[in-house]
């Protein structure tokens, strides 16, 4: 495994499809969310990593204060507490219900929404609605997307990214003996934001490395040192967005 202590900002990019920038090799996914939405249109296109295998990812908008707004995206797995290699009692798998704490615990704390199990993570009897679910793209993709309605002027738009079975030196499968939830997660998911001011708007918006989630998903909060990190850090080589309203 690739150890790395050098940060490579995910960027986020609000785009338009004909400025859509991917890597050489490959042409992205082209995936939707909350059509009948209201507000600001935004385009946001991941060029994936050497790291990237699978991902799991929540996209959402906060306001200046990091109050919870109203997610954009969120792989439909974590979105709807069914994983489509969730139940092998049959002698191979097939689609079960699993909820992940460990996976996304920043957005699902922040979302706030606790489960009939006592979780912050969404069930199949209560589950993100379709218009924000998606399928996990399984490589670089472009999410075209929007705000439910006309919001504040300033906000800010954060993405979580979380690669399961990526274990290293440091974040190693016995550091937490007993914890299965963390075992769920190895390295920690991370997350990235950028500010967005619709009066004063940029061409693109760079988002920057905002900290690592709980281990385990216990709770909501950001440790701010990535020093432990590695492979996490290259899921995605940049996340760009643009506003296509302006």
Known sequence: MKKSLLTIPLVLLIISCTNTRVPTEETPDHISSNPAGNGTRIEVEMLRGEGHNHPLMAIWVEDEKGNYLQTLFVA???????????????????????????????????????????????????????????????????????????????????????????????????????????????????VYYTSIDLDNPKEEYVMEALGRSHHSGATGELFTDLETLTTALHIAEEIVVRLMDQ
Do not use: M
């Not at 974040?171 to 998911?189: L, M, R, V």
């Open 76 to 190: 439909e797995s974590i979105g709807k507490g069914i994983f489509q290699h969730g139940d092998a009692s049959r002698g191979f798998w097939k689609p079960g219900e699993i909820q992940r704490p460990a996976a996304l615990p920043r957005w699902a704390h922040q979302r706030g929404i606790k489960s009939e199990k006592g979780l912050y993570i969404p069930t199949p009897t209560s589950p993100v609605p379709d218009a924000y679910t998606g399928p996990t793209p399984g490589k670089s993709f472009v999410l075209n997307t929007r705000l439910d309605e006309p919001g504040p002027r300033q906000f800010r738009v954060l993405f979580e990214v979380n690669q399961t079975w990526d274990w290293n030196e440091f974040w190693t499968n016995n550091k937490f003996p007993g914890d299965e939830e963390y075992k769920s997660s190895c390295q920690p998911a991370l």
